[in-house]
């Protein structure tokens, strides 16, 4: 279904159990490459067939949701979130699961309105501080240019294979006609101390991502927060390892929502 | 059930290229051949955010018989994409038996 948040509609898929008052989980998606169908092919049906409330959502730009040219700073993507829980008549806390770029929006919304939040589970992600601005600004800056190259497309193609080349042809076109990878540098940052997310947190990391420099600094700054490491894995946790992260975030949740209703 | 549904092979496949008739125009690839063999994303170039609109429009026609998510609840995303029509018909008419 669509949903009209703001000035834009999002497409929003979501799988609701018979029994009322289940926990409601949200899955988000990761920037670019992705859509709301990495978690309908992977976490989704198993979630609802465990008896969760499951809403997935395409982020704006993404997907089968509207693609406005601007307004993709960390903050508006949060405010769409919200603006989709609002129109969905979610005001009970809700478990936040984010991919990537995702996970930053989980931790975003967990900072600025921890009332919303029951818990995160951040798959190879990263806490939206400023050096993650700098980090992905850059790093779109220098892609921005780049995947619109054939010589760029080919390289893909011959290393990744068709699907990836046309997933990159797309996230060109995305970085082209949007401002999404100027909005990353102008988003609002959190506390690097990290103070500001009081929520339960999970985060899922493979020992051979870029990102496993975030697993000493969330244990350093979040106490009490769980990470978990899967061996001989790189970035893509969620699609190459979709059972251990269905298990792991399964009971995480279960876990999380006894402690709720004590 | 409505009248109109088809449960055989060839009438399931005719449905099912209806459907997804309406995806492809969006991208102006309305002419493209669709038969048993065609595979979904080397094909006709549709990606799994499309899979997901398709699962929508197979629910809305057959009801909740066709449950999509069990279908591909136990297979890789790649095994996803790779996908044939010719699987997905005859998961369809197996379904509807």
Avoid at chain 1, 94 to 123: D, K
Avoid at chain 2, 42 to 61: A, F, P, Q
């Amino acid at each position: 279904m669509k949903v009209r948040v703001g000035e834009i509609d999002l497409h929003v898929q979501r799988l609701s159990p018979d029994a009322e008052r289940a926990p409601v989980v949200v899955l988000v998606h990761g920037m670019l490459y992705d859509s709301l169908a990495s978690y309908y092919f992977t976490l989704g049906p198993a979630f609802a067939a465990a008896g969760l409330d499951v809403i997935m959502y395409d982020l704006r730009g993404h997907g089968r949701s509207s693609r406005p040219t601007t307004g993709y700073r960390l903050e508006e993507h949060i405010d769409d979130l919200v603006g989709l829980l609002d129109a969905l008549e979610i005001d009970e806390p809700v478990h936040l699961v984010g991919n990537s770029y995702g996970g930053s929006i989980a931790f975003g919304l967990a900072a600025a309105q921890p009332e919303r939040v029951a818990s995160v589970v951040a798959i190879e992600a990263e806490p939206p501080v400023e050096a993650w601005s700098q980090r992905l600004g850059d790093g779109l800056a220098r892609a921005k240019p780049w995947l619109i190259t054939d010589e760029a497309i080919d390289l893909i193609k011959q290393a990744k294979g068709d699907h990836e080349a046309r997933l990159s042809r797309g996230a060109g076109k995305l970085l082209q006609t949007t401002t999404i990878a100027e909005d990353v540098l102008l988003s609002r940052t959190i506390d690097p101390g990290l103070a500001d997310i009081r929520c339960p947190v999970l985060a899922l990391y493979g020992d051979e991502s870029v990102l496993m420099e975030q697993v000493d600094y969330l244990k350093a700054n979040l106490i009490g927060c769980r990470v978990v490491v899967l061996p001989e894995q790189g970035h893509s946790v969620l699609i190459e390892r979709t059972a251990e992260t269905s298990s792991l975030v399964l009971d995480w949740v279960r876990e999380q929502s006894l402690v709720e209703a004590e | 059930m409505s009248v109109d549904v088809q449960t055989t092979e060839a009438g399931v496949l005719e449905d099912l290229t209806g459907m997804l008739r309406v995806l492809l125009e969006e991208y102006g690839l309305e002419d493209a051949e669709i038969t048993m063999a065609t595979k979904f994303h080397e094909d006709l170039e549709l990606e799994s955010i499309d899979l997901v609109t398709l699962s929508g429009l197979l629910r809305e026609h057959y009801g909740d018989r066709i449950n999509f998510a069990t279908f591909i609840a136990d297979k890789e995303l790649d095994e996803i994409i790779a996908l044939t029509v010719g699987e997905l018909v005859i998961f369809v008419v197996e379904a509807l038996r």
